[in-house]
């Protein structure tokens, strides 16, 4: 089944890379995974999978080197099954598209709104600009993070939903969230999942103390913790 919400798509580049797969590792540690890198690197081997995003049974492209590539992950799954609507219009940010589901759904929740979408990984990002052009989503824009920062240097979002890369190490990941984090618009929030086993807890403390923005955990689901991060206060 094919879902529509508009047409046409606009992609600029690649930004981060989501969460990997495997054993649980301590929050902190070195990278693990290729799907950090911008280099793709495997051969490719395209597929579909039918995934049910809030709801809603689509048929999606995959392939090899990208994140949870068969399959959707189980903690992008509680953040989409927990997170509230998100409003009709405005600025969102997909942090660590891979294929795209977070941005897809997004952008079939809200047709009007724009749905920025990131990611390091090259493959990934052409995967989610031609799942969004298949579903007729054309709020969304894979964009490389330098070039959307140079090109838009106040940007503000009013929501972000992600399953950020943990295993890209800790300065990494923080460097990351401090980057995006305090774009918040004011009203605006950031709703992040992240396994307990792998640091939701310091992370959400890491949050307040560091960027001084209020997080609350909001749901904890099948060993994941979904944290609603608020727009700082002036």
Known sequence: MRLHCRTSVRTSGRDFAQDGEGGPLPLGSAPVSHYFSPDVPAASEPREIDVVL????????????VFSGDRLDPGTAVLLGTVPDPPP????????????PVALALAQAAPQARVLAVDVNPR?????????????????????????????????????????????????????LATWLPRLAPGGSAYLVVSKNLGADSLQRWVVDQLGQATERVVSSKGFRVLRVDAATA
């Not at 809030?54 to 080197?65: A, H, N, W």
């Not at 824009?141 to 330098?146: K, L």
């Open 54 to 65: 809030r709801g809603r049974r689509v048929t999606v492209r995959t392939d090899r080197g």
């Open 89 to 100: 219009t405005g600025t969102f940010l997909d942090l660590g598209c891979g294929w795209g």
């Open 124 to 176: 990934a990002l052409e995967l989610t600009r031609r799942n969004a052009a298949d579903l007729g989503c054309s709020g969304v824009e894979t964009v490389e993070p330098e070039a959307l920062l140079a090109r838009e240097p106040d940007l503000a979002l009013d929501l972000v939903w992600s399953n950020p890369p943990i295993r890209v190490g800790k300065p990494a990941l923080h460097a990351m």
